[in-house]
């Protein structure tokens, strides 16, 4: 069936550094992939979404791109701010082969700190 | 607006007990769904309706049943509560149809079984 894998967490960053969230996944046919935020006490939100090879999802200054030659869609940020601190879930949504329709698959969430 | 409504936000059963989770969406969409989220697994699918008068399975449906009352609200039931079942509830409404499109979730509900 369809997965998603996150870097291990958690990670801890100072602000104004450079972020990377690594995300693989393996699935069937050709899925529309996600990262969803979730901040202190919250439900998910979407960050950024791509839907089709080499497009790119872009919001808030973070940036993913779908890589499907190394099934991958990494999320960056270049400058990192305190409010950014929250748990970073990276998804993937599949209809192919009878999959459960319309449902999402999540990675196991990364949780984000940012320091002064 | 007020997008996914979730009841209540937190709950500490006994093992045993039953209750239910009630959501409700106001953006007309077909689809909704409720997940589990543990600590190092993500959010984990329990059950699924796709649209008003269907629901189905998802990962991991055990001990867990729903009704889809109508096209709004779709409501989570733990029958007899096990310390297992601790977890944050999430409820989730998607358009029907279309995989590319945004899920809206609530704002989750913290159950405690002791």
């Known amino acids: 069936g369809d997965s998603v894998t996150q870097m291990e967490g958690p990670v801890t960053l100072s602000e104004e550094a450079f972020l990377t969230i690594n995300c693989t996944y393996t699935?069937?046919?050709?899925?529309?992939l996600f990262w969803y935020v979730q901040y202190p006490g919250e439900g998910l939100q979407l960050l950024l979404k791509?839907?089709?090879?080499?497009d790119k999802g872009s919001n808030k200054g973070f940036e993913a791109t779908y890589r499907k030659e190394t099934t991958s869609f990494h999320l960056e940020k270049g400058s990192v701010q305190v409010s950014d601190s929250a748990v970073y879930f990276c998804?993937?949504?599949?209809?192919?082969?009878?999959?459960?329709?319309?449902?999402?698959?999540f990675g196991q969430g990364t949780i984000l700190t940012v320091h002064p | 607006n007020a997008g996914v409504t979730q009841t209540p936000k937190f709950q500490v059963l006994k093992t045993g007990q039953s209750m239910t989770l009630q959501c409700a969406q106001d953006?007309?969409?077909?689809?909704m769904y409720w997940y589990r989220q543990d600590p190092g697994m993500g959010l984990r699918l329990i059950y699924y309706?796709?649209?008003?008068?269907?629901?189905d399975k998802g990962e991991v449906p055990n001990g867990y049943n729903v009704s889809r009352l109508n096209k709004r609200e779709f409501s989570l039931r733990l029958e007899s509560a096990a310390p297992s079942q601790t977890s944050v509830y999430f409820c989730?409404?998607?358009?029907?149809?279309?995989?590319?499109?945004?899920?809206?979730f609530g704002q989750g509900t913290r159950l405690t079984v002791v």
């Open positions: 998804a993937l949504s599949n209809n192919a082969g009878g999959t459960s329709y319309g449902k999402l698959t």
């Open positions: 791509a839907t089709k090879a080499d």
């Open positions: 989730a409404s998607r358009e029907q149809g279309n995989m590319n499109t945004e899920a809206f």
């Open positions: 953006m007309n969409h077909n689809s």
């Open positions: 699935a069937t046919g050709y899925p529309s």
């Open positions: 309706s796709a649209s008003e008068g269907t629901t």
